[in-house]
């Protein structure tokens, strides 16, 4: 597998590196938090990140004035494990140079994704992307060994917990939290648990490209 930049072309179907977001008060604040001891953590909404001046750019030009949330994935994984999506783009900044694991929704067939359609991208620390609303993804891979801290600006309630709803077919068996809809792959925890299997192939372990 190639670990491509988000500069280069190949990036474009996938997003856009977004700018005129001034990041340095958001990666300062995001550093202050500590790091699991093992595996990832996820919270869609921290006051402290939201309390700083380029939440109200993600708000305003990121999501048209809509209300929006300002959370943060951070801890250690080199695996492509799940993909998910959105009904919207998301945007996302790191404190270190990090890789996201992308697909395309249209490359799912009869409701499985093969791994070996995934792409590698890697972002500079303190440049924001955006992901856009047809693209898989899932949690962000570290680059080294202090593992990843990475912002995740999406609508407000996105990745919430689920109000009560008939999920008896299809994509709707895939609805795990609010506007979000998940493809586990067989080695992870979600299709243990019960969530679908989405992909096929390798679970990818980015560490294998990155000796």
């Given amino acids: 597998m ?3 930049s988000v500069f280069d072309s190949e990036f474009t179907a996938y997003g856009t590196v977004a700018e005129g977001y001034d990041t340095v008060a958001l990666v300062a604040e995001m550093e ?22 380029v939440f109200s750019d993600f708000e305003t030009r990121g999501f048209g004035a809509l209300p929006a949330q300002l959370g943060l994935c951070w801890g250690y994984n080199t695996r492509l ?3 998910e999506y959105h009904r919207s783009s998301e945007f996302n900044v790191g404190t270190d140079d990090f890789i996201l694991l992308l697909a395309h929704q249209d490359e799912i067939r009869d409701g499985v994704v093969d791994s070996s359609c995934v792409k590698a991208f890697r972002v500079p620390a303190g440049v924001v992307v955006e ?22 600006a999406l609508p407000a309630g996105t990745n919430t917990e689920l109000p009560t709803v008939v999920r008896e077919c299809g994509e709707d068996r895939r609805l795990t939290a609010r506007n ?13 648990n019960g969530v679908p ?4 192939g390798a679970n990818i372990d980015v560490a294998e490209y990155l000796r």
């Fill in 32 to 53: 202050k938090i500590a790091m699991p001891e093992v595996g990832t953590e996820y919270l869609p909404s921290i006051k402290e990140l939201e309390a700083c001046a």
């Fill in 197 to 200: 299997v989405g992909i096929c």
């Fill in 81 to 83: 494990n799940c993909l």
């Fill in 2 to 4: 190639k670990i491509h």
């Fill in 180 to 192: 979000k809809w998940l493809l586990p792959h067989p080695d992870s925890k979600p299709a243990q």
């Fill in 131 to 152: 992901v856009y609303a047809t693209t898989l993804h899932y949690a962000p891979c570290q680059v080294g060994s202090k593992g990843f801290r990475v912002a995740v």
